[in-house]
């Protein structure tokens, strides 16, 4: 069965810095396109990142240059790496697995990490 | 990017209804486009993929059609654990981009 399963999110000013991980089971991390997707309160979905089987990353502009997707094989999980934080990067962070035409939409979801950045 | 507009933003409707909801993207996506339902505190979860092929696990009441900028998703006969909010994204090019969502209410 496939799990993933989001840590590490909680409240930090703005200026901080937080790291969300992702623990994938049934299924290998390093195989597969993984992404970050996050929803504001109240608001839509916006994909933040993605991270390639083969290494390569993209990024939304609003996050590009301060977020860093990567992944540590050993313990089959992805990471995001949050700096410089903004208040309007308060939202609920989901790891999901890329699928389809170049891994753009996703299959599974994990249950969601809340990042609240406020002063 | 590629914009995705859906209408109507939220619709009331009862049990047994006939539902559709409606996405349009901005410029053609073929027909890479994905349709999500999401629940109050829950992670979205996947309807839809390549405008009409639904999951393995989602009920043949749902169906999806349309091609190039217009799509629909339709809901022959609503049930009570289909009140949620629906999202359509496109994954034709990067940055995949999702609409804004129509809540369907009871």
């Known amino acids: 069965e496939v799990q993933l399963v989001e840590t590490g999110g909680g409240l930090t000013q703005p200026g901080g810095s937080l790291r969300l991980s992702c623990v994938a089971s049934g299924f290998t991390v390093s195989s597969n396109y993984m992404d970050w997707v996050r929803q504001a309160p109240g608001k839509g979905l916006e994909w933040v990142s993605v991270?390639?089987?083969?290494?390569?990353?993209y990024y939304a502009d609003s996050v590009r240059g301060r977020f860093t997707i990567s992944r540590d094989d050993s313990t089959n999980t992805v990471f995001l790496q949050m700096n410089s934080l903004r208040v309007e990067d308060t939202a609920v962070y989901y790891c999901?697995?890329?699928w389809g035409y170049g891994g753009k939409t996703f299959d599974y979801w994990g249950q969601g990490a809340l990042v609240t950045v406020s002063p | 990017d590629i914009q995705m507009t859906q209408s109507p933003s939220s619709l009331s409707a009862s049990v047994g209804d006939r539902v559709t909801l409606t996405c349009r993207a901005s410029?053609?996506?073929?027909?890479?486009l994905a349709w999500f339902q999401q629940k109050p505190g829950k992670a979205p979860k996947s309807l839809i993929f390549?405008?009409?092929v639904l999951r393995s696990e989602v009920p043949s009441r749902f169906s999806g059609s349309g091609s190039g900028t217009d799509f629909t998703l339709t809901i022959s006969s609503l049930q009570p654990e289909d009140f949620a909010t629906y999202y359509c994204?496109?994954?034709?090019?990067?940055?995949?981009?999702f609409g804004q969502g129509t809540k369907v209410e009871i």
């Open positions: 994204q496109q994954y034709y090019n990067y940055p995949p981009t």
């Open positions: 999901a697995r890329g």
């Open positions: 991270l390639y089987s083969g290494g390569d990353t």
């Open positions: 390549g405008a009409s």
């Open positions: 410029q053609g996506v073929i027909n890479y």
